[in-house]
């Protein structure tokens, strides 16, 4: 099962990096949301493909794809959720995922660490 959702993980990956809104909303869970935890904001999935798509028709869509340290990967019992742990090289910042399966996978919230709690758990 984890195969798939790696497969999955990399489509999603990629769109991001390209900018395909519609991809992404494809493998997003309708109540998607970003969540920047050092900054106290929250990111809606309509917000979010409104914004790539205004930057994309403009040219000025180019996300910094970040040095991955490690990856975790940790499902629960009956392999119908995963939370995904990266750690990055700058700023020991740590990203997670949370990856829900029904009837595939898809991704249901990607929140950026504060770095206080994210040198916490790195320990």
């Not at 809104?21 to 969540?35: G, I, N, P, W």
């Not at 040095?67 to 910042?93: H, M, P, S």
């Amino acid at each position: 099962m984890d195969n798939q959702l790696e497969h999955i993980r990399d489509i999603w990956v990629n769109a991001f990096f390209t900018g395909n809104y519609a991809v992404l909303a494809e493998y997003e869970d309708e109540h998607f949301k970003v969540v920047y935890e050092q900054e106290g904001r929250v990111e809606t999935n309509y917000v979010r493909y409104e914004r790539i798509a205004h930057a994309v028709n403009n040219g000025v869509w180019k996300p910094k794809k970040p040095d991955v340290e490690f990856e975790e990967y940790e499902f629960n019992r009956d392999q119908t959720e995963c939370k995904i742990l990266i750690g990055l090289t700058e700023n020991q910042q740590q990203i997670q995922e949370i990856w829900h399966f029904h009837q595939g996978w898809k991704i249901q919230e990607l929140r950026f660490l504060k770095a206080s709690k994210a040198a916490h758990s790195a320990g």
